[in-house]
Nanobody
Framework: QVQLVESGGGLVQAGGSLRLSCAAS????????VGWFRQAPGKEREFVAA????????YYAGAVKGRFTVSRDNAENTVYLQMNSLKPEDTAVYYC?????????????????????WGQGTQVTVSS
């Protein structure tokens, strides 16, 4: 099983940027696809973005499309989430996760139930 650790969260003003990292260890030989989710206070966890192992395909939730970019460096076993033009509503704990099933489309990547390995999360706070 792969272990995931997020980092890079923090406090930023609206309009600012942050880059989150998701470092993988353990069974990384298979280079799993990775998804990003977030959970705001009092809300359910929601899908943010995903990237396939080859970086051939990326998927984004409508709320972040055009502002967030997901990428990966397989040599470093790390996936990144570049977040630009941040808004107060982006405030949440951000998690990265690896699917336990083979996904082919947005619907699959966006479903939390399809993920088997989760990181501990990193807090992102955007002030207005």
């Amino acid at each position: 099983q792969v272990q995931l650790v997020e980092s890079g969260g923090g406090l930023v003003q609206a309009g600012g940027s942050l880059r989150l990292s998701c470092a993988a260890s353990g069974r990384t030989v298979s280079k799993p696809d990775v998804g990003w989710f977030r959970q705001a206070p009092g809300k359910e966890r929601e899908f943010v973005a995903a990237v396939t192992w080859s970086s051939e395909s990326t998927y984004y939730a409508g709320a972040v499309k055009g502002r967030f970019t997901v990428s990966r460096d397989n040599a470093e076993n790390t996936v990144y989430l570049q977040m630009n033009s941040l808004k107060p509503e982006d405030t949440a704990v951000y998690y990265c996760a690896a699917p336990r099933t083979y996904c082919l489309d947005y619907r699959c990547y966006a479903a939390q139930a399809n993920y088997g390995s989760w990181g501990q999360g990193t807090q992102v706070t955007v002030s207005s």
